[in-house]
């Protein structure tokens, strides 16, 4: 006996944060219908020009955008950041430097510095215990 698999589908919004793409900048067909896990796959293995460009030169979500700057989520919100940005408005935020993006990014180096503190201190732990 075999086993029927049904096909795993999840909704745009989803496909767009897993190709960490803006959903409202995308072409509306994308936009309207579910995505298969087989279409995703697709659409990562051999990206088409509409998601070539779009990650290229946005508009960029959130999490692509704080990523770009080296700053969090968070962390845009509290600079007032709290539309997409392109590529070249993200561009000019890092020549600007404004003082609230360079506040960020030190908070953010601290938070990593901090994690790394940490796992090391765990590893070294764990080595001991063994």
Do not use: C
């Amino acid at each position: 006996m075999t086993q029927h698999r049904s096909t795993q589908t999840m909704k745009p919004a989803t496909a767009a944060k897993k190709l960490g793409v803006y959903l409202e900048a995308t072409p509306a067909d994308f936009r309207e219908g579910a995505v298969s896990r087989a279409e995703l796959n697709a659409l990562q293995a051999d990206p088409p020009q509409w998601l070539r460009d779009l990650r290229r030169d946005g508009p960029h979500p959130r999490p692509v955008v704080a990523a770009k700057l080296g700053v969090s989520i968070a962390g845009l919100a509290r600079g007032g950041v709290t539309e997409p940005l392109t590529t070249d408005q993200i561009e000019a935020l890092k020549q600007e430097r404004p003082e609230w993006l360079e506040r960020e990014r030190a908070t953010q180096a601290e938070v990593r510095k901090e994690a790394a503190r940490i796992k090391k201190r765990d590893q070294e732990r764990a080595e001991r215990g063994n």
